[in-house]
């Protein structure tokens, strides 16, 4: 079966970065778009970024210019370089794959950013 492992989250003081990583298995990851999702407290889940299987990128308005999703197809693995980081980006973070109702979800990694 499908799983996503996230990891990489922690505590960060404001203006400080985190890469977060996605370890996919069960998939054709190559084949597959790639995306990570954040929830805040009380919040919405929110799309935050994702990654074509061409490697094309979309990003949310408010961490354009401060992350950056890439892949690498050999390790079955995506990543979120986080860069600048505020508290409005405290968060638990998920990885997905594929799309609706084909997709598949990681358990999240806390991300913590102290002002």
């Known amino acids: 079966q499908v799983q996503l492992v996230e990891s990489g989250g922690g505590l960060v003081q404001a203006g400080g970065s985190l890469r977060l990583s996605c370890a996919a298995s069960?998939?054709?990851?190559?084949?597959?778009?790639m995306a990570w999702y954040r929830q805040a407290p009380g919040k919405q889940r929110e799309l935050v970024a994702l990654i074509t299987r061409d490697g094309s990128t979309n990003y949310a308005d408010s961490v354009k210019g401060r992350f950056t999703i890439s892949r690498d197809n050999a390790k079955n693995t995506v990543y979120l370089q986080m860069n600048s980081l505020n508290a409005e980006d405290t968060a638990v973070y998920y990885c997905k794959s594929g799309n609706y109702p084909y997709d598949s979800w990681g358990r999240g990694t806390q991300v913590t950013v102290s002002s």
């Open positions: 069960g998939i054709i990851f190559r084949l597959n778009i």
